[in-house]
């Protein structure tokens, strides 16, 4: 079993729609959680972290539920820019456990 | 700028032949890794150092060697390179501590070995 898991997508959205999908992983030690922007195989960048409280950042939200082991990202009024995929990505003990990705490609 | 640098972009080799890609920061981070991403795998850990002179293995070592001299350097060694390590590798840093969210990333290295 890997221990991220992402539906790859592709989501196909209109200008201005919501979309919204998550992750689940394995590890219930893990500690810190994050989801990371990757455009055409160039680096990962990082979007935004996840708390269990839930946060936003502008467009972006992302919440982490630790009981059921998933995170989620959902982005309102989407632009084209926001064509990416996007990369869920889990903290344990200073290793990196990344998702395969969500791709998700806004359409004017 | 803050940074992590990886040399070269792009290279293509003949299995057998040892390379090296470079990888150094310039923002005094105790903890650097690489990692090798390839099509619906995700990124996949190979080798992480959290200080100079201290690595570790990730998910996949075998048929690689790193070293950490100095703390702004971590380079990735394939003493014979073999066509299943064509992969794109990606060098990232960090200050450190189980929760940083400061993971920089440098800007990949396409390599292909023939």
Not at chain 1, 56 to 65: H, I
Not at chain 2, 76 to 101: D, H, K, M, V, W
Request: charged content about 20%.
């Amino acid at each position: 079993r890997k221990e991220v898991e992402q539906d790859p997508g592709p989501f196909n959205v209109p200008e201005g729609a919501t979309v919204a999908f998550n992750c689940t992983y394995s590890n219930s030690a893990s500690q810190s959680f994050f989801w990371y922007r990757q455009d055409c195989r160039k680096e990962p960048k990082l979007l935004m972290s996840v708390y269990s409280s839930g946060n936003e950042d502008g467009r972006f939200t992302a919440q982490l539920n630790r009981a059921s082991q998933y995170i989620s990202l959902l982005i309102r009024d989407s632009k084209l820019s926001d064509s990416a995929t996007y990369l869920c990505v889990v903290n344990y003990d200073y290793k990196l456990s990344f998702g395969a990705g969500t791709t998700v490609t806004v359409r004017a | 700028e803050a940074q992590v640098t990886q040399n070269p972009r792009y290279l293509i080799t003949v299995t057998g032949k040892k390379l090296t890609v470079t990888c150094s920061q310039n923002m005094n981070h105790e903890y650097m890794s690489w990692y090798r991403q390839d099509p619906g795998l995700g990124l996949r850990q190979i080798y992480y150092s959290m200080n100079v002179e201290v690595t570790d293995k990730g998910d996949v070592p075998e048929g690689y060697k790193v070293s950490r001299k100095e703390k702004r350097n971590f380079p990735l060694i394939l003493e014979s390179p073999s066509p299943n390590q064509t992969s794109l590798y990606f060098c990232a840093s960090s200050p450190g501590g189980t929760s940083s969210r400061s993971y920089t990333f440098g800007s990949g290295t396409r390599l292909t070995v023939v």
